[in-house]
């Protein structure tokens, strides 16, 4: 069998690529893959470079690596695309999304996905994926895309809308990076649980979440689940080691909704309306809320980089371990025919009935030669789908301000996000939104500029 060609488009993310990568090569169909890798900044694709060659030795990987500061010769030919980058990065972007909301009056935790911040950041974003989209279809129209860009729902949305003939879905890790800290909140195996998970990007929900007992039966985890949190046995620390996530938010959800939510608590704190509130400092302290967590990681995160790099480059031999990814499953359940089954992000035809059709939804997808098979959930609880449908109201009008170059929608968004509208009147979220555009200028398009 020949080695397919994987196209690696930001690849300046080294400790991601080298998750991605150290995936791939451990697998026998894709040990001879040819690996692309591209990113504008050529300092960080040098250093990807040498640790990923460093990969290829560990695993006796045969393919070549070349690197690319530009799209087009990354992309020929290629038969994978795993695109993972950030647009305007942490400086000036994501320093400008939460300093003029926090100037305004409205806290928040990532800002990633949702929001004011999750909204200046998709619009900054859809112009480049939308350029790899139109390379694609031009050097590599039978590729399949791997989407790791967030704000994951918005970007894959416009991808497919823009672009419906390519292969394309949207992964993140929360659905099985969640099923493991569960696993061990309540002590027992990963490998013995058994779930079904659905609705949106950060907000599916384990619909059945089960344990496999000794006399080969499931039993239902949601009450022990239940009882773990009231005795205090549930959460446990953070499983990163980062104690100011401390994991209450989704517990406190759980209590009244049922199920559990995919997304960590600090992110599903700012999708909501009930937890950041101004003057609420108790309710901060209650549900031990990390305000500003992002740009915190982000300094931790650079501040760390070149430590953790020459770990990289000097270890004897480089440490490989088995990530939460998708990607590599994917890609070798593609190339080999060997099935998979993975949680993606998708257009909703007729997946989920309970929420419109077209709006991008987290089903769970066989994977084999015939292709990504997203599979039919049905309606689900109508209260999970209520709470979804929120989010999906600024996902729609942030996808449809883009599509038809319409400013206004850009308001109409922040004015019907949640957790802004419990923050800010309507007055107060207009002004915010001005200030975001001027503040961000050419990083966003002409027509959001006016």
């Known amino acids: 069998m020949n080695a397919p060609k994987i196209a690696f488009i930001g690849a300046g993310s080294t400790i991601f690529v080298k998750n991605i990568l150290g995936d791939v090569f451990q697998r026998p169909a894709l040990r001879g893959a040819d690996i692309a890798l591209m990113d504008i900044d050529a300092q960080r694709l040098a250093e990807s470079q040498i640790v990923v060659g460093r990969l290829m030795a560990a695993t006796g990987a045969t393919g070549r690596i070349q690197c690319h500061t530009t799209l087009r010769p990354a992309l020929q030919g290629a038969d994978f695309v795993v695109v993972a980058f950030q647009i305007g990065g942490y400086t000036p972007c994501t320093v400008t999304d939460f300093e003029v909301c926090a ?144 994991n209450i938010v989704r517990y406190a959800l759980l209590q009244k909704l049922g199920y559990f939510v995919t997304e960590s608590s600090e992110h599903m704190a700012e999708y909501t309306p009930w937890f950041i509130k101004p003057g609420r400092d108790d309710l901060i302290a209650r549900y031990r809320i990390p305000l500003d967590e992002y740009p915190k990681r ?104 883009a599509l038809t170059e319409n400013r206004e929608r850009i308001y109409h968004a922040a004015l019907l996000d949640p957790h802004t509208a419990a923050a800010l009147s309507i007055d107060e979220i207009y002004a915010l939104i001005d200030d975001l555009i001027a503040a961000h200028g050419e990083w966003l398009p002409a027509w959001v500029r006016g």
Not at 188 to 202: E, K, S
Not at 222 to 234: F, I, M
Not at 322 to 339: C, D, H, K, V
Not at 372 to 392: E, F, V
């Open 298 to 401: 982000c300094v931790e995160q650079m501040a760390n980089w070149q430590r953790e790099l020459a770990a990289y480059q000097t270890a004897q031999p480089i440490a490989i371990t088995p990530s939460q990814e998708y990607a590599s499953r994917i890609m070798n359940a593609l190339w080999s025919g060997e099935p998979e089954v993975i949680y993606g992000n998708v257009r909703n035809a007729g997946l989920i009935d309970n929420l419109p059709q077209g709006c991008c939804v987290e089903v769970p997808c066989l994977v084999d030669a015939n292709g990504i098979q997203p599979t039919r959930i049905g309606a689900l609880p109508s209260h999970l789908a209520a709470l979804m449908q929120t989010n999906i109201n600024v996902q729609t009008l942030v996808t449809e301000a």
């Open 103 to 246: 100037r305004h009056g409205l806290r928040q935790t990532i800002g990633d996905t949702l929001g004011p911040a999750g909204i200046m950041r998709a619009l900054r974003t859809f112009p480049h994926l939308w350029q790899l989209g139109e390379m694609m279809m031009a050097e590599c129209p039978q590729a399949t895309l791997l989407n790791y860009v967030n704000p994951m729902a918005m970007n894959s949305w416009a991808m497919y809308a823009r672009y419906p003939q390519l292969r394309q879905v949207g992964l993140c890790h929360s659905v099985q990076g969640t099923a493991e800290e569960l696993a061990r909140d309540l002590d027992i195996d990963p490998a013995q649980l058994r779930y079904r998970c659905a609705g949106i990007n950060h907000m599916a929900f384990y619909l059945s979440l089960e344990q496999r007992g000794e006399d080969g039966q499931y039993r239902d985890l949601y009450p022990q689940l239940q009882q773990a949190y009231r005795e205090g046995r549930a959460p446990k620390p953070n499983i990163h080691g980062n104690l100011r996530c401390e």
